[in-house]
């Protein structure tokens, strides 16, 4: 058996900003980047088949190694062939680390704030709610329910309340068991809310946990990716960008508190990626609502995972070229047409949007399916457009035109 | 335009019993009988899409008039192109009149009783529970919920909790407003605790409505059914069949109070079969478990609809030719293997027990989903067996053959 090929090429570069399309190789197939990576939290695209997932053009899906950590048990997917194998999808997969669960079930579930603090409407906070569990029943008076130290996480599991612990070597050891093309270190995600004080103490931990996972990595099939953390603070960031950078790790990711606006989010970037050797593919961690693709894009970002154009889609919010729509507002009653003019989904090739709406209302199991078939199409035909410009040279007209679509909110 | 065209013709018949193979013709495709017909209760088989739908191999779904007059409307949907474009279903369907649920809705509610007494467990009674919708949370003691007059009923909904009223005449326009290619009488559906003299009186209504049904009927592209009732009393149930039989009805449904087992269930069609003409499809109402396909056909039905096999498969249960399993079972939790060996359902063919167990523990929507094609392709499957059988003249070793399968539920 040859070695497994991992490749990142850079294809094309946008002169005016730092924006790039290339092609990511995994062992289960190539990406085209930028690529937006819909989650499969519990390993699947909730209410979608890989079937369906692949019919609408999407590359890779995010899972959670928290989740699956928790439940069935990654030892489980590993007897059973692995994850791939276990949810029937033969293409590439990025898994997480566990660490935001560190923060979500900590800080996060206790202070409520996402990962761009809290404001946001929580819908819209790009927070990954798919990553963040419900709350466990029992109160926060109980003690918190997540203690770190310095050699990993102890936590109560959303499920069944038991004693949990993650490290950096069994979030790897559990990666591989899991079996994913790319898998991300095993990280702390501070929240907006912490002081720089412990933030740096935090990536510092981090920095530490990073070294112990690329020690802990054993397995040649899947490249790992160190993640730039540092919260909101340009020192910090751009530290961990160096240092994180400057290790051997195969991919990058930037994950973490990313500030309280876009605006602040946008600066993170310009302050990080520029420090990032060029020939790395780099992951931007649960981010990715439309709006967002095409900023972070031209600050460098090669691949998105986000949870929530497949939530809102839940939800019955809606992506179109001219805002988004909730299929539940009632101008939608008797409309014939379908969610989008021209989209080539499954949806609405064959559905109206008056259906769609009764089956919103009726609490039809089909609504959420159809919703995300929808909200996924969206992305991917978005990220293929921003790709093109990438390649045409033309993002920043792109940008311009889609901020004035989005800015339309129907 | 030519007129639609409609005929059933017996191809086979069984020397041996009342079973029959033929087909149905509709303006919207031909049927091969006998055929199994999911339930499509809000004009979706829930979870899944027509095309899910059609490559399963079902022929005709069972929309229910009750549902859609309340949401979204009928003249909504016909102002939407009908049912069949509504849904973008584009083979045959049958609406149910809105009658069983004067029954579910009224003493069925009040008295817990399904479609064969309460003999059996809930999940097993063929009573169609998507046809009986929630129990509004107004309680018995404000009043009936279902009041039966001469002209019609009126009902509370179940939805806003407003008052409604259903009559022969708006089921028919409601059924025509929908457009569905076979279209039911409406009936009052007694139950198993009602005495002789109430059932008694109740048919002779049911047997008035079925005649200003006749008279309401406009359209000429659908079919309308009469539906025999009578209860358990075998001298009603001959004057019904004998009655109906005689109207100038397209087909015949037998409804209804169908005793208190499966065994008074067959006494009952032993008394209606042999009544009705021979030469109009029959369909038998809200009855439909694997067990009783081969059973029903041999007294010569044609056609079948229950809610149960969908319902179950939402829970959990699934159908195997060794007996029904309950994935949420331990034993199946490393299970590598498929739900059953050589199904050619999308699920079998790609998921394994461990992984579908997955799914249910951990509340996906594709859980519900992935079992209803199983047990979908199952029923299809199973009646393209019996039908088979029937054109072959072993339906009776088949059924000895299903009843020594179906004994073992795991």
New interface residues.
């Given amino acids: 058996m040859t070695a497994p090929v991992f490749a990142f090429t850079v294809t094309h570069t946008d002169p005016q900003s730092r924006a790039r399309a290339g092609l990511l190789t995994t062992p289960h197939g190539t990406i085209e980047t930028p690529a937006f990576c819909p989650v499969a939290t ?3 695209v ?6 369906d997932v692949r019919a609408i053009g999407v590359q890779m899906v995010l899972a959670n190694t928290y ?1 699956l950590y928790l ?2 048990g990654a030892d ?1 997917i590993a ?3 692995g994850l791939h194998r ?3 999808w033969d293409r590439p997969i990025m898994t997480d680390s566990g660490g935001f669960q560190v923060f979500s079930l900590g800080f996060g579930i206790e202070h409520g704030v996402g990962k761009i603090a809290s404001i946001f409407p929580a819908e819209e906070a790009n927070d990954a709610a798919e990553r963040v569990p419900a709350r466990p029943s029992r109160s926060s008076s109980e003690g918190r329910l997540v203690r770190i130290d310095e050699d990993g996480v102890t936590f109560t599991s959303h499920i069944d309340g038991s004693s949990q612990r993650l490290t950096p070597e069994t979030s790897i050891h559990a990666q591989e068991l899991l079996g994913a093309d790319c898998i991300l270190a095993f990280d702390e995600c501070t929240s907006p809310l912490n002081d720089e004080a412990y933030t740096r103490r935090a990536l510092e931990r981090t920095h530490r946990w990073a070294l112990r996972c690329l020690e802990a990595k054993t397995r040649n099939d899947q490249a790992l990716f160190g993640i730039v953390q540092g919260g909101h603070y340009q020192e910090l960031r751009e530290a961990s960008a160096r240092f994180i950078g400057g290790l051997p790790f195969w991919g990058l990711a930037v994950g973490g508190d990313l500030g309280r606006s876009k605006a602040d989010m946008h600066r993170i970037l310009d302050w990080v990626i520029p420090l990032l050797p060029a020939e790395k593919p780099r992951h931007l961690l649960g981010i990715g609502m439309p709006e967002d693709l095409a900023d972070a894009v031209l600050r460098g970002i090669d691949t998105f995972d986000c949870a929530a154009p497949t939530r809102m889609a ?1 939800n019955g919010t809606l992506f179109t070229r001219s805002g988004r729509l909730n299929i539940l507002n009632a101008r939608y ?2 409309d ?1 047409g379908p969610v989008e003019e021209g989209c080539p989904c ?1 949806t609405c090739t ?3 949007r ?2 769609l ?3 919103f ?2 609490d ?3 609504a ?3 919703a995300t078939v929808h909200n996924l199409q969206f992305m991917a035909d978005l990220m293929r457009d921003i790709r093109q410009a990438v390649i045409e040279g033309n993002l920043r007209a792109l940008r311009a035109e889609l901020l004035a679509r989005f800015a339309g909110h129907r």
């Fill in positions: 519990q390993a699947t909730k209410a979608l088949t890989p079937d989740h439940r069935p489980l007897r059973l062939g276990f949810m029937a839940r009653t008797a014939p499954q064959h559905f109206s008056a259906y709406r009764h089956l209302k009726a039809e199991l089909l959420p399916r159809l």
